[in-house]
């Protein structure tokens, strides 16, 4: 599932080629009703909320995207004709503009919205890292009233939006908490530094399209050339970036959790040596 930055950057992309524009819309597959409501419309704006994706149409309409595990966007620029490709019969959603195309496939959700039920889905969501208008203290309020791990309570997007498997695994890890550390366990000086982390991280990641959580002046490693496989700490790591311990692997609540268990000790255990190296190479206490 894509996680939050993907999606504000579907959101800025789309912005730049349809804002402002009449575009053509309709739903080649035909699951899609309403896109006669919107076909010839102008595309006002384009928003993001977490791993939720707005298109504002004149007249208040705005469609809801929501890819989920499968949902992808693809892309056609046009040539000099101006015409896509003939649709697959598989797109839910297309949009055609002057020189861009995009086509919806497999999302878990692709659907009409009015402005009370835009308002309703926003509320419904916690603070997502990347807007400006985020509030930290609505997640921290939220995370002091849960006993469960604060692992699962990273994913629930109520507490938090736009945070997925890599993110939550990467955070946790750079902060030497362990997923099943209660989430009303985590003091606010810690959760100040993982809001902190995830901002800088999501945001980057809007920027360059992809997903590093390692400091490159740790590994030695520029991000430029920096590959997938070493772009984490223990996110799909055999062993630890650190320490090389064995990453332990295991379901939490129906996604994959990851954790060295030695930087990141299971509650009750004490942690060896006392603390744990932050996201740039500084110590805090553990």
Not at 62 to 83: C, D, E, M, T, Y
Not at 169 to 180: I, K, M, S, T, Y
Not at 195 to 206: D, I
Not at 245 to 267: F, I, K, M, S
């Amino acid at each position: 599932m894509p996680e939050g930055h993907t999606i504000h950057r579907l959101a800025r992309d789309h912005a730049e080629w349809f804002a402002g524009r009449r575009v053509r819309v309709s739903s080649p597959q035909g699951r899609f009703l309403g896109t006669a409501d919107l076909d010839g419309r102008r595309l006002v704006a384009t928003d993001a909320y977490g791993k939720h994706l707005l298109h504002r149409y004149e007249g208040g309409r705005s469609v809801h995207v929501h890819l989920g595990l499968f949902g992808k966007v693809r892309h056609h620029a046009l040539g000099p004709r101006g015409r896509p490709p003939a649709p697959r019969d598989t797109v839910r959603y297309r949009v055609v503009g002057a020189g861009h195309a995009i086509d919806l496939v497999g999302p878990t959700a692709c659907e009409l919205f009015d402005p009370a039920q835009v308002e309703a889905l926003v509320a419904r969501l916690g603070p997502d890292p990347i807007r400006d208008d985020a509030d930290p203290e609505r997640a921290w309020v939220k995370l002091q009233r849960r006993r469960s791990g604060i692992g699962r309570a990273l994913m629930d997007q109520s507490v938090l939006a736009g945070v997925g498997n890599v993110y939550r695994a990467e955070v946790l890890f750079v902060h030497g908490l362990h997923p099943d550390v209660p989430a009303d366990a985590v003091d606010r000086e810690t959760w100040e530094a993982m809001w902190t982390t995830l901002v800088s991280w999501l945001r980057r990641g809007v920027r360059e399209r992809r997903i590093i959580t390692v400091d490159p002046a740790e590994v030695g490693v520029p991000r430029s050339r920096m590959r997938r496989a070493d772009a984490t700490y223990v996110y799909k790591q055999e062993r630890c970036r650190r320490c090389g311990t064995e990453v332990r692997r295991y379901d939490l609540a129906g996604r994959w959790a990851y954790a060295c268990e030695t930087c990141q000790p299971p509650p009750g255990r004490p942690r060896r040596g006392g603390s744990v190296r932050g996201p740039r190479g500084g110590r805090r206490r553990g």
